[in-house]
């Protein structure tokens, strides 16, 4: 067990360095109204948005963050 317990700390040390880079790397989203209006215009009307490099890191984020809560409960069963 204490095996597993080093192993899933140092999984969750790389997933949370992981998440703050992604979160760096993303652009900062516009405040204000016309940063909505701009923002809803070009999901809208722009071609291969899932394909982007910022829907990509957007992706990346939602699972790295899945990942470590996971192994944040699976560290909390095992201690």
């Known amino acids: 067990m204490e095996a597993l317990n080093v192993i899933l700390s140092i999984v969750q040390v790389i997933l949370a ?3 703050i880079f992604l979160v760096l ?3 900062g989203k516009r405040a204000g109204l016309s940063g909505a209006i701009a923002g809803g ?3 809208f009307f722009g071609k291969n ?5 910022d ?3 957007s992706r990346l984020t939602v699972i790295f963050s899945i990942i470590l809560v996971v192994t944040t409960i699976a ?3 095992i201690h």
Request: glycine fraction near 4%; charged fraction near 10%; proline fraction near 0%.
């Open 17 to 19: 360095i992981g998440v």
């Open 41 to 43: 215009a070009e999901t």
């Open 75 to 77: 560290l909390n069963l």
């Open 25 to 27: 790397m993303q652009q």
């Open 55 to 57: 829907a990509m890191l």
């Open 49 to 53: 948005k899932a394909s982007s490099m």
